[in-house]
């Protein structure tokens, strides 16, 4: 049984990742810079995307899919509004994106009119970490609000990104934070994670992610 | 291959509900009184719990059980220090409780000692909706800053509860969160639960959430 169950697990992973690596493959060939974002519900992802939009629109060109457990199309509707191509994709209930998804999203973009792809994963701090889904960048962001102790309790999440946004920076003076204590928890998962502070309600670093994600942008362009 | 899949997948659900079904019995037959407390990450859960410990020891007498994916105890080590009997499960990973877990949990409680058994889950809004753990009522604490979007973007989680926390009302001056849009959005998947403001900062509403447990631990008492 147990042997059984472990190999049909193996298999949908390699579907998963064959079908991941197909996304990459399409992604590369269109030269799309492609992050996979990734939080808890409500640590601020939209807001993210729309803030980076802001700054980085129309010199880099955006898209992106809106993962969502509900076919309600809160946040796809708030990047459109933006003036940007978005796909929802409706994981129909399940808590997290997969490669099939992602393909499927990918379908419906414009493709060469696109520099940089921002997947907004399922808002689930465990489940999305499985998921390979063919983007070049995994990121998470975090919430001053959340505690700090959440690089200790999720640690999977954290092992193979990039970048962790710290959101949320002006509520801290209303909050039991302690700022050391969280990025010694991301380091122990992941000593190579940049850490960039930001607030997506008064704007402050979000510049400093913009400047990390212009670099990559121009890197895939050549 | 999708029939089977699903005969697959009912086959789990009913040994759950089957053992969810056991810890019932068992709880009703020691006169307990069991919540399941569901959340994102960072909404306050283990705060609550301390809160409430210190409105309602020692007339009642809570155990708890931790639900986390890694092996810290974190939460446990604070109930403890409360002086309560708390049993910490490691889900290995899993982004749930399910009923074999609380049966495992339940096992290592001094159960003739506990009136109100507390069980935090693992912080998602999405996965443990669908697992029974044989508890007499669901309890899903949401929190200001998360958004009042929520109930619109993780509809299920908010279906069979019987308790809504809405925590972390001492942030309310500090960002943009709609409570009657909120609250719609709770009553369009939930007419009849209650919902209880509350503020484990500043001790707002906790006695309402108490008073509230204490009936329901009075009732199965007789």
Chains 1, 2 share one sequence.
């Not at 992973?13 to 996304?23: E, I, R, S, T």
């Not at 509004?81 to 419906?108: E, F, K, Y």
């Not at 792809?117 to 070049?136: D, Y």
């Not at 995994?138 to 001053?144: G, K, L, Q, R």
Request: glycine share 8%.
């Amino acid at each position: 049984m147990t042997t059984s169950k472990v190999q049909i697990i193996e298999k949908i992973f390699n579907a998963n990742d064959q079908l991941a690596a197909n996304n990459r493959q399409l992604l590369d060939d269109k030269k799309i810079f492609a992050i996979n974002m990734m939080a808890s519900p409500g640590a601020g992802k939209t807001s993210l995307i729309l803030k980076t939009i802001q700054l980085l629109a129309p010199r880099v060109r955006i898209g992106v899919i809106e993962g969502d457990t509900a076919p309600v199309t809160i946040d796809a509707d708030k990047v459109i509004a933006a003036g940007m191509p978005a796909v929802q994709i409706n994981t129909g209930g399940d808590c997290h994106l997969d490669a099939a998804m992602m393909r499927d999203g990918i379908a419906q973009l414009p493709l060469d009119d696109i520099d940089l792809l921002i997947v907004e994963n399922v808002g689930n701090l465990i489940c999305p970490a499985g998921f390979n889904l063919g983007t070049h960048s995994n990121v998470v962001i975090a919430s001053v609000p959340e505690g700090d102790d959440k690089p200790y309790k999720y640690p999977n999440i954290y092992r193979g990104i990039d970048v962790l946004i710290l959101n949320k920076m002006d509520l801290i003076p209303y909050i039991d934070f302690r700022q050391d204590y969280f990025s010694q928890g991301i380091r122990i998962q992941n000593p190579k994670a940049e850490i960039i502070q930001v607030s997506c309600r008064t704007g402050e670093g979000v510049q400093s992610w913009c400047d990390w994600l212009s670099a990559k942008v121009n890197q895939v362009k050549g």
